[in-house]
């Protein structure tokens, strides 16, 4: 199995165990003389095995990302900067939408009234932030790539 397809199989076992919580949680209480929605506690059974199958894949997809060697280090590597670059783009992005003065008001309505100025450069920063994208799409199609050709680890 590829790493790509264990991936999307996390992802499946997650909504599962999150649709067998809200079940779960739906059924465990019921009005008296009334019958539950749903057997709760088979609910639960069934929760218990989706979530041994979900942290199964966890492991093995851990120890196949720091196992795979991608750009001189590992996928864990690359997961790592692709999330710091997120952050980055984000905070940059941040700064630059304030310094611009998005969604604040951007005129005065007489002459008295103070006049707001940039404290950061918002080109500067908007160039930044283009740049950062750009090598955030980089390091995302390089750890997609590397997720459809590396083998799950046992």
Do not use: C, F
């Amino acid at each position: 199995m590829k790493l790509a397809e264990a991936l999307a199989l996390r992802a499946d076992a997650s909504r599962r165990a999150e649709q067998l919580r809200a079940r779960v949680t739906g059924s465990a209480r019921y009005q008296e003389g009334e019958t539950p929605a749903e057997d709760a506690a088979a609910l639960l059974a069934e929760a218990g095995e989706v979530l041994g199958e979900l942290e199964s894949l966890i492991r093995r997809i851990n120890r196949t990302n720091a196992a795979t060697p991608v750009d001189g280090g590992t996928l864990t590597d690359a997961l790592a900067r692709r999330d710091v670059l997120r952050l980055r783009h984000s905070i940059v992005t941040a700064a630059a939408d304030a310094a611009a003065g998005e969604g604040q008001r951007g005129y005065r309505q007489l002459r008295s009234e103070l006049r707001m100025i940039p404290a950061l450069p918002v080109a500067d920063l908007r160039r930044q932030a283009d740049d950062l994208a750009r090598q955030l799409r980089e390091v995302d199609t390089l750890i997609q790539r590397t997720n459809w050709e590396a083998d799950l680890a046992d």
